[in-house]
RNA sequence: UGACCCAUGGUGUAAUGGCAACACAGCAGAUUUUGGUUCUGUUAUUCUAGGUUCGAGUCCUGGUGGGUCAACCA
């Protein structure tokens, strides 16, 4: 037992009004946490459903519940087992485990039955009506729907016509099943909401077996009620849904399962519908969903972010049901975060300038020890090759300094990273005026750290030896879209139209060698957070750190001054 | 113009009728073999008008602002 306050633990954060609501009724007595991620298999997930999948897990993890994966599969026009896959490999991924996996289409027929028993107890009937006659009949927001002169129709007669549904009789859109609720509703959802609608459409899981399909309305609280999920948590514009949900669990006395609403994850310079990022897609402005500009999981993956990443930047971003735009500088902060203490270093130079250290011996090669990641001492060091031609970064290097500017300049002193100080004595340029070669003399005395006199200087910069660099492919990126709030269109634009064209930029650079996990041609990723990564699909692992290209924009900030 | 949801620094999230705080971003400084990291300091917050109360960010009423809802999508 520990009396000092000072040593005590770290307070624990407050409660989102979710645990409230789950402490609330675990005090009341409920025993049991349940919850479920339902996504609907028609696309890939992104950060946005990462928060869902965290909060519906961590909060079954919290209270010693279980978490169900549940496949929201009732329109098969849109879904297909490609997304399905996915969708497990990116929750596995960011490292949960459900208690079960289920499918709506499991509950067809259950959901058919009870189906059938609002049928009997007058509450569901077969409207003849088109499409658009069940339209206008609604009314609008404002005005009160009309019946539908099918509204009176006998149950045997419901009953009837909906087995015929069942068997084939009618074509597509001939008929629905409706629920008989009130026309005239304010929330336009219980204007007698359609239950079954009439798809000859092959379906992912169940195959011809069905032409009916269930709608959303219907089928997600009975799935829950089926599941027995205690804590329905779904997103803030499911909210006008809940009165319906709650009417076909009464109706049906049934399992009496409860939806919450939360509101959605938002990001600045992100779009998060997935209608869209699947036009991306198919209009091939992106490579495919992972291509590493998108916001979806397997995107991140593919860019180096780590799971346990993607689970503190949910965690931060907090539970609450008021609209909101996180500030994608967060995201990035808690990559950098991680990586920052995971990730190995490596020296790279982007724009090579050729650097010949004039009193070290021609032909020799010299290995000098650099630690692998100054935070983390466990993980070791490497042996880089040095020589008498280097490159170093053209940004490195400035012929007219501005002041603050502590890196190589003429007649300058600077250090190579874990390597010798060298000094600047002559900058050799072409025809043309462009510098093409510095030529420096070095410390032999400086090596790794110390230098002879004592004396420091501030600026540290990567370097590659010249005859041993390897030549890689660098992927330079930045935001996908050029507003901050991509969904907020002008008149006579489409949201493509803010793709920003510099979101991808392929460039060379020299690594050094000395990378057992890399080798000339691999494709490398340039991180607008700092850090480079390598393509997930070549090569997953390394990380490589830059200090120059990584800094870029403060040192833009520094020249300005 | 109907019903419902929401309103706290630049961005998020706390404060559960009792000193408005934490994180990100920003700014300044220190440390540093990455202009990174780390550390320190600092700027900046309760939409509005009433009411209840000894006391209101919190409760009540009105207003204002934002969002959601009129697919045989989820």
New binding site residues.
């Given amino acids: 037992m520990n009396m000092n306050p000072e040593n005590e633990a770290p307070k624990e954060r ?4 979710l645990e ?1 609501i789950i402490e609330a009724d675990i005090a009341r007595g409920q025993t049991r946490v349940h919850t479920r991620f339902p996504p ?1 298999p028609n696309g890939y997930l992104h950060i946005g459903h990462a928060k869902s999948i965290c909060l519906n897990f961590g909060l079954a993890k919290r209270y010693n519940g279980l978490c169900n994966l549940r496949f ?1 599969d ?2 098969p026009v ?1 879904e297909d087992v490609e997304y399905v896959d996915s969708i497990k490999e990116d929750v596995r991924w960011l490292g949960f485990q459900w208690a079960g996996e289920y499918y709506a289409s499991d509950y067809f027929e259950q959901l058919y039955e009870w189906a059938v028993l609002l049928i009997n107890k007058g509450l569901a009937y077969v409207d003849d ?3 658009e006659e ?2 206008t009949s ?1 009314g ?3 005005v009160p729907g009309t019946p539908s002169p099918w509204r009176e129709r006998s149950v045997e007669e419901n009953l009837r016509l909906f087995a015929a549904m069942r068997a084939g009789e009618f074509a ?2 001939a008929k ?1 099943l409706r629920a008989k609720i009130d026309m005239g509703h ?4 219980m204007r007698d909401p ?1 239950l079954y ?2 798809l000859h459409t092959e379906h992912h899981r169940t195959g011809d077996k069905w032409c009916i ?1 269930p ?2 309305d219907y089928a ?1 609280g009975e799935c829950d009620s089926i599941e027995r999920i205690t804590h329905s948590i779904c997103t ?6 809940r009165p319906l949900y709650d009417w076909f669990i009464e109706q049906l006395g049934i399992f009496p399962s409860h939806q919450y609403e939360f ?1 959605r994850l938002n990001l600045t310079y992100t779009m998060m519908s997935k209608r869209k990022l699947l036009q991306l897609v198919q209009n091939k402005a992106v490579s495919g969903w992972d291509d590493p500009r998108m916001p979806t999981i397997c995107a991140l993956r593919r860019r180096g972010y780590t799971p346990e990443s993607v689970r503190a930047f949910a965690e ?12 994608l ?2 995201l990035e ?1 808690c990559v ?2 991680d990586l ?1 203490r995971i990730a190995e ?1 490596r020296m790279a130079v982007v724009n090579p300038l050729k650097v010949v250290i004039t009193n070290f011996p021609e032909g020799k090669t010299e290995y000098i020890s650099c630690i692998n ?3 983390n001492p466990d993980s070791g060091s490497r042996e880089v090759p040095f020589s008498r031609e280097i490159f170093i970064d053209r940004d490195d290097f400035m012929e007219i300094p501005p002041k ?4 190589l300049t003429p007649g300058g002193e600077v ?1 190579l ?2 390597g010798y100080l060298i000094k600047c004595e002559e900058v050799v340029k072409d025809a043309a005026g462009e510098i093409i070669e510095l030529r420096c003399t070095y410390d032999p005395e400086s ?3 110390s230098s002879s006199d004592g004396r420091k200087v501030k ?3 990567h370097w590659v030896s010249a005859p041993h660099a390897i030549e890689a492919e660098l992927r330079l990126y930045d935001v996908l879209f050029t507003r901050e709030n991509p969904d907020d269109i002008e008149e006579g634009k489409t949201f493509t139209d803010y793709l920003n064209p510099e979101s991808l930029v392929t460039k060379k650079a020299l690594l050094e060698p000395a990378l057992a996990s890399v080798q000339a041609g691999d494709k490398f990723q340039f991180e607008r957070v ?1 850090y480079f990564t390598p393509d997930y699909d070549s090569k997953p692992g390394a990380l490589v ?3 120059t290209v ?2 870029k924009d ?2 833009a ?2 020249a300005e001054k």
């Fill in positions: 407050a409660l989102n009004f409230e609907e929201d009732t329109n849109k009506q088109t499409q069940i339209r609604r609008t927001v404002t597509d859109g629905v304010s929330n336009m959802l359609i609608r009439i399909y709608m959303y997600h803030l514009e499911f909210d006008v849904h509101a931060r971003v907090g539970v609450a049901k008021r609209d909101n735009v996180i500030d500088g967060l902060f950098r975060e920052n270093r990641n100054p935070e603050k500017f502590f890196r250090r990273r874990y090596k790794g750290g600026g540290v910069i700092g750190f830059n200090r990584g800094l403060s040192w900030k520094i």
